[in-house]
Nanobody
């Protein structure tokens, strides 16, 4: 499975962005998909995941502001980022989990895409 993340950019605090993760070589509906983010000098952190059964889990820091969803027809997973804050600035990565269940950990995912930069100015 190859993943391509897109949709990042520069936005002012309070603004919105929509990130997309497109898969090739696999079908998203067969996998759990997650978004992680990594700020400069920081570890890569869990943001959100959508399971095979379309259940969703969010990090506390983004709950109520970010929404993860899956478009099976387009074979994409999107992350809608609303009410952005400067601390949301990071490179955002999408990842796929081929095993049953969900995970908030990097080790729980088998395939990773290149990241997309999100920068939120104050």
């Amino acid at each position: 499975v190859q993943l391509q993340a897109s949709g990042g950019g520069l936005v002012q605090a309070g603004g919105s962005l929509r990130l997309s993760c497109e898969a090739s070589g696999g079908t998203f509906s067969n996998y759990g998909v997650a978004w992680f983010r990594q700020a400069p000098g920081q570890e890569r952190d869990f943001v959100a995941t959508i399971t095979r059964s379309a259940g969703t889990i969010y990090a506390d820091s983004v709950k109520g502001r970010f929404t993860i969803s899956r478009d099976s027809a387009e074979n994409t997973v999107t992350l809608q980022l609303n009410s952005l804050k400067p601390e949301d600035t990071a490179v955002y990565y999408c990842a796929v989990r081929s095993r049953i269940g969900s995970s908030r950990f990097i080790s729980g995912y088998d395939y990773w895409g290149r990241g997309t930069q999100v920068t939120v100015s104050s």
